[in-house]
């Protein structure tokens, strides 16, 4: 009876904790449509117009653009934020992570292609290998034993997953800017044109500014202020199309057929190719989609694609064509787009909706670019900002306060510079497009190397994706000269930047690998009266091992006399040499060191290598022993030589650690002499600040450890740390 009351509370609170749980994936769905889907949901406001700006097609009686122009955006709308996206990269995340660079950071953890250590790259996925043995179960393709090989190839995918991120940064600044003034340029209808065009530029200027101001409230404010309006929003665009639909061409829907496409590219030939270039930003939040998955989850985010967002959109673009396909009579261009077929009646509550709505649809990008600079940070291909936790639960949510103001002043400058959407969308086009292209890349990666799924399959992919996205990019591209040299050349900007502190960073190590031996060393009194000399130095690594860190605790009996500091730092380094050599014994026949927790692992060194020391120089002949030589850098610096017994054997890799460990102690040794003091938190009792007081001074005015006296003071550096009980 007992085990079957537990049974059945098991079941009950497992099924107690699956409705929790979907609980909490509707409530991030929902905050997804505040975060993730206002750029997407607020394309309505531009597409059109800008497929039919400029001369490149106009509006005919026959209507074959109109119908073309609404099969393109409903075909890539599906095909790239449904299929691709949606349905496809989502699915890669890296440690729940989106975006170009936890692409590549996640073919980086498969593969040995990072260029930097730690964090998944190439000498931690060595280490892995090594310990766990899965290399010999991983399928070895060509495609990986090639990136591995050549070192080319590891820098031009770093170069492309660069380009990508910054194309992203890109469009987190033309985004808001398109998306505001796209919004606030419906005043046209509603006032004189003398008016609006003094009142148009301010008002997007302030309400821009007002969006990054509310950014530091963090993701889960903001989706909840947000959310509601988007939500309102689609509800909107919807109902407005259904009644467009119903009310002026109920035949909209055979629009829908592929073969409305090749109509519209055999009419209009070269233009209907440029105006490309337009029809792409119906995708326009794809990617930030993408890249904002750190702050929700993939299921949240299908569910209120699928469910809400695209059925929405679905009917506003088909409604909107179905009003501009029974009038034929506009003035210009401008008016194919979305204020012109709302009804009169509801401009002015739609256009409030609108801006509010624009809003929130620079939301998504923003978000994204913390994200991806937060990946790039960590990956030491940016420099350092300041990360604040915006949530408690989701380690994803961020904020960035240096990123945001620059976003901030980069927006407003190219809104007062442009004034005028045509522009501003040709740019963002070509930011939207080249993103999309090193995603399909990077996912063709991740297809074969990471899913281990046929290289057929990733070509397949590759083609059929990266043929749609190079059509549209071709005819961005083109518009060089009418805004799209934007991106370009921020791009290049913080390609520079990126490109440098990579550089840095990686010189900065290597100088680091090859200059230090960096040793963590403890002193430990035990409750015997004596440690024997082979018990008394443990010795273990932290890291790997070109790391060149090591962990050492020497363990001193209460009876024991500790040695000078020459003869200390003598023996110690003698005790790493044989840790070095020993180690390396281990691993030849092998036995390999468990390293999930290096620094836990301690091995005790019994006698250490034999280690001679003088001033002069050092002359081989007089040692019948193998030896080390260390290499003459200053003729007057001490002299130091390992002297190795001969029936030791020592590969190349032992010699080489054990020669850098000489060329350290030939250096010098320098001691950083750490000294801690406890301070009562505040909020504690009155009786505990008394007791910590004076618990403090009685360790100020008490004797050091003895072995404090023995360090040089010369080669000494005092740091102090605060901790608060």
């Known amino acids: 009876m007992d085990l079957e009351a537990a049974g059945g509370a098991a079941a009950a609170h497992g099924k107690r904790w699956r409705g929790e749980s979907w609980r909490a994936t509707l409530l991030l769905a929902y905050q997804s449509l505040g975060v993730v889907y206002g750029d997407v ?19 005919s009686a026959g209507n074959e653009e109109i119908y073309g122009v609404l099969s393109f955006v409903f075909w890539t709308l599906t095909l790239i934020t449904l299929v691709k996206y949606v349905l496809i990269v989502l699915r890669a995340d890296d440690g729940g992570e989106g975006g170009t660079f936890a692409l590549y950071s996640l073919i980086c953890r498969h593969v040995r292609a990072g260029l930097l250590p730690g964090g998944g790259t190439r000498d931690e996925l060595m280490e892995e290998d090594k310990v766990t043995g899965r290399r010999g179960e991983r399928p070895v393709s060509r495609v990986r034993a090639v990136l591995e090989k050549y070192r080319v190839l590891q820098r031009l995918l770093l170069l492309f997953a660069l380009l990508g991120t910054c194309m992203v940064i890109g469009d987190g600044v033309l985004t808001p800017a398109v998306s505001v003034f796209s919004a606030v340029s419906g005043l ?15 008002v997007a200027c302030a309400i821009l500014i007002c969006l990054f101001a509310l950014q530091h409230y963090g993701t ?58 337009g029809i792409l930003l119906c995708v326009t939040g794809s990617e930030a989609m993408y890249a904002d998955l750190g702050h929700f989850s993939q299921s949240s985010i299908q569910i209120a694609f699928i469910s809400v967002v695209y059925p929405a959109l679905v009917l506003a673009y088909m409604g909107q064509a179905a009003f501009i396909s029974q009038h034929h009579n506009f003035e210009s261009s401008y008016h194919i787009g979305f204020y012109v077929s709302v009804p009169e009646s509801l401009r002015w509550p739609v256009l409030v909706i609108a801006i509010l709505a624009a809003v929130v649809g620079s939301q998504a990008i923003i978000t994204g670019t913390f994200s991806i600079i937060k990946q790039c940070s960590s990956l030491s291909c940016f420099p350092g900002v300041k990360l604040v936790h915006t949530s408690s639960t989701v380690h994803g949510q961020i904020y960035i306060p240096e990123i945001n103001w620059m976003l901030m002043v980069l927006c407003l400058a190219v809104t007062i510079g442009f004034r005028d959407t045509k522009h501003l969308a040709n740019a963002q086009g070509l930011a939207v497009i080249t993103v999309m292209l090193v995603t399909t890349c990077l996912m063709s990666l991740v297809i074969v190397l990471c899913w281990n799924k046929s290289i057929f399959l990733a070509i397949g ?15 961005s591209l083109v518009k060089f000269h009418e805004g799209a040299w934007v991106p370009i050349t921020l791009s290049f900007i913080f390609m520079v930047v990126m490109c440098v502190w990579h550089y840095g960073t990686i010189k900065k190590y290597e100088f680091d690998v090859q200059n230090k031996v960096l040793v963590f060393l403890c002193v430990k009194s035990v409750p015997v009266p004596h440690v024997q000399p082979e018990d008394r130095f ?35 380094v003698s005790n790493i040499a044989e840790f070095i050599r020993s180690s390396g014994e281990c691993d030849k026949n092998g036995f390999v060191e468990d390293t999930d927790r290096p620094s836990d692992k301690l091995s005790p060194v019994s006698t250490g290598i034999p280690l001679w020391e003088e001033d002069g120089d050092l002359d081989a002949s007089a040692s019948p022993h193998k030896d080390i030589d260390a290499q003459n850098i200053a003729p007057k610096r001490k002299k130091a030589r390992f002297m190795i017994p001969k029936s030791a054997q020592v590969d190349s890799e032992v010699r080489r650690e054990l020669q850098e460990l000489m060329d350290a102690r030939e250096a010098g040794m320098s001691f950083i002499l750490g000294h801690s003091y406890m301070k009562a938190k505040s909020g504690s009792s009155f009786i505990k600040r008394i007791v910590i007081n ?6 100020k005015n008490s004797r050091s450890p003895s072995y404090a006296a023995n360090i040089p003071h010369a080669s000494t550096l005092e740091v102090g740390m605060v901790y608060q009980v």
């Not at 992919?461 to 005819?475: K, Q």
């Not at 004076?694 to 360790?699: G, M, V």
Request: overall charge neutral; aromatic content about 18%; charged content about 20%.
């Open 461 to 475: 992919f590759l083609l059929f994706f990266g043929t749609i996205e190079v059509l549209y990019f071709s005819a």
């Open 538 to 572: 443990l010795v273990g690594r932290i890291g790997p091992k070109e790391y060149r860190l090591y962990r050492v605790i020497v363990r001193y009996g209460y009876r024991d006399v500790q040695k000078d500091d020459l003869e200390f730092e003598k023996e110690l």
């Open 220 to 277: 889960h404010k903001v989706g909840f202020l947000f959310a509601p309006i988007v939500c309102i929003w689609l509800l909107c665009i919807s109902a407005i199309g259904l009644y467009n639909i119903i009310h002026w061409d109920h035949h909209v829907y055979r629009a829908l057929s592929p073969y409305y496409m090749y109509q519209f590219l055999k009419k209009t030939q070269t233009g209907g190719w440029m105006s490309l270039g």
């Open 188 to 202: 046209e209808l509603s006032m004189e044109k003398e008016q609006h065009k003094y009142i148009e530029l301010p």
């Open 41 to 59: 949901a607020t394309s309505p406001l531009y597409v059109y117009k800008s497929a039919f700006a400029g001369d490149d097609i106009q509006h």
């Open 694 to 699: 004076f618990y403090e001074f009685l360790r």
